[in-house]
């Protein structure tokens, strides 16, 4: 009877659809009905699509809404391949002018396809007119969920400015249902994209946000995935009871609900956690198994990833023929093409390899290989940043032209119609030649606020408006090069906020911005015009000190410190006291950039450790595991 019903529930629909003339702007039933479980339970409606497949005679509109689901439901399932077999499809039942709508979701959950893949490129394209579409059609729904889809991309490519901007952008849209795309699930993608920046304290309240949210609502796949990304950004920061229980709770979730790759990337962290302790044994047990897992979904990225985790291991207890073995698996799986920091961190640790088997020469050569590539890949992220910039800036140009061209045919039209009248003509092109002239300033002056503009975002921090770390590490090297040049001195200076985190967890994030646009704003009064500060992490500064002298930096930075005084009242939290520690080096001939920012990073440790609230110059007869730094 069930059976029944089913087949003349397909007929029924196969029969609007072809009745149908007008473009689809939802998905018509039982499609409907699938979109609002497949977030939270994917494998009930994937076996319902598989046992519920329409007849080869039915409209393509049905069979593109039936590869969509079943797209969908994979995708939340973290099987990437088979996400992206019906995705595409989906694709061969519908075009952009037959079914305009349709075919931009399918596109969006293309891209997103392809992003787990390891390809996420290939689908920027179509994320991008899913976007200028939804927004001209003033389509909320399907605009958030291609600006989530976007930022996830963005992710992927390490432009994390861009995909902080489209996620903040889909979190203002996004409601509070669980069953849709709602504000827990884009709060934990921005709490990944902090954690990739290495902002995990920043990160963890917008995961603790989502867990909070699906923990309510009784969302175990979602539930599982933030407690999987807030257990890592609380090891991370060191807190590794609390990271072990979130993390086991988030690999029980997804053992209760079937996700086996939930629970593959659970043992994937926890196996790390295992390696820190010196557990090998229960770290490698935990890698096999979730390698079986990642293998057996067919995703090649993880997949990778745990041949190379496995080859580690096998490193960090001296098996190198096992580590070998590993490591030829994972060289297999990757694609170098379209996985650039994989290959770069891939041949760092393969390095390392061929240097403890002896081969001296062939390591150095992949690990100067490797730093090359890493150099090339850094510099190709900045010029796709300012191109894509300067395509918007392009973009807007060649509109104002069009204006400027249907501004000259107006005025031929005129011309031809009015012929007998001189005069006129003469009076009409005046006052056009003075609208062009003005335009044409109007471009210049916007043309230089756009360059500016574009100078501005590649070397700026966003919040504070102090030189970025890309920007002021490239500014040191060069500082570091001229002194070796000419023999000057030169300083630099760590200054961390004390006890950042307890200013946001007391009184929000909002006021630490404040705390950290206020110290920016100190920074510009305090100091000389010579010297260079830069934000290079959340509450972390780096400061350059030009023709100084370790005494002499230590002056101008204990006037710094003592100024801190009133920065909460300045904040706006009066009752908070804002400290600073500082740390300063003085730079030798022969330091490399890391070895002279260690030893700054070292006293910055050392000022932490003997109570905060002070400067301390480095020794160089003192090292100190800054890695312990609390």
Known sequence: MLRSLVLCSWLLCSVMANAQTTQLKQLSEPYAGYA????????????????SAPDASAADIIHAQYQLMLAKAYYNLTYPQKALKHAQLALGFVSEKSQTWLYHQVKVMEAVAFELIGTPMQGLAGLNAAIAWSKQQNDAKLYLQALFSRGIVQTSLADYLAALDDFQQAYALASDNPNELSKAHVAAMLAQVYEYRSEDSVAIPYYEEAVAAHRTHGADLDLSIALFGLGKAHRNTGNIELAISQLEESALLAEKIDDLQGVAYALKELAAINMLQKDYAAAEQKLVKAADIFAQAGNPQMNFNMMVSLGMLALETDNLTQAETYLHSADILLDRQNMPVHSIGFDEIYAGLLFRQ???????????QAFLNHKKYQSAQSSEQLHELSSRFELQLAQQENKVLSQQNALQQLQLSNKKTLNLQLILLT?????????????????????????KLATRDELTDLYNRRHTLALLEQQMSLAARHDKRLCIAMLDLDWFKQINDSYGHVAGDKVLREFAVLCNKSLRESDVVG?????EFLLILSHTASDDAYKVLDNLRLKMVGLSQLAEIPQAEVTISIGIAEYQQDDSLEDFMLLADTALYRAKNNGRDQVVVANRNITVPTDSLP
């Open 535 to 539: 934000r290079i992490g959340g509450e």
């Open 358 to 368: 002896g081969h001296y020469q062939r390591a150095y050569e992949v690990l100067k």
């Open 431 to 455: 006052v056009f030649a003075t609208v062009v002239c003005g335009l044409l300033g109007i471009i210049v002056m916007r043309n230089k606020v756009h360059k500016n503009r574009l100078e």
């Open 36 to 51: 609002l479980t497949v977030l939270n339970s994917p494998h009930e409606v994937l076996d319902t699509l598989i046992n």
